[in-house]
Nanobody, 125 residues
Framework: QVQLKESGGGSVQAGGSLRLSCVASKYDGTPYKATLYMGWFRQAPGKDDEEVALIRKDGDTSIYVDSDEGRLSVSRDNAKNTLYLEINSLKPEDSAMYFC??????????????RGQGTQVTVFS
């Protein structure tokens, strides 16, 4: 069983940047050592869940939001069991609850087996 804990959200002015973090652990709090597929999705009020980013076991990444703009990047530090999402040039439409997700299989983040409780990002203009 995997427990995911997000952090790094907040209220930011448009044009700013944020880095979200997600730490994976077992439910007893000890580090989860196996490599997982991990990703991010977001929920905004009144909207469907939206895929944001995925990083595979081999480090290959997929960005699903504004992929042609290069505003978002996903990375991981396996030694720290931590997943990151960096969002630059934040827009008001980026405002949402951001969830970390993980799975043993390659799936879209919204379909992954494990998810955290989310961290809120609010972008004001």
């Amino acid at each position: 069983q995997v427990q995911l804990k997000e952090s790094g959200g907040g209220s930011v002015q448009a044009g700013g940047s944020l880095r979200l973090s997600c730490v994976a652990s077992k439910y007893d709090g000890t580090p989860y050592k196996a490599t997982l597929y991990m990703g991010w999705f977001r929920q905004a009020p009144g909207k469907d869940d939206e895929e944001v980013a995925l990083i595979r076991k081999d480090g290959d990444t997929s960005i699903y939001v504004d992929s042609d703009e290069g505003r978002l990047s996903v990375s991981r530090d396996n030694a720290k069991n931590t997943l990151y999402l960096e969002i630059n040039s934040l827009k008001p439409e980026d405002s949402a609850m951001y969830f970390c997700a993980a799975d043993s299989y390659d799936r879209f983040p919204t379909f992954m087996q494990y998810r955290g409780q989310g961290t809120q990002v609010t972008v004001f203009s």
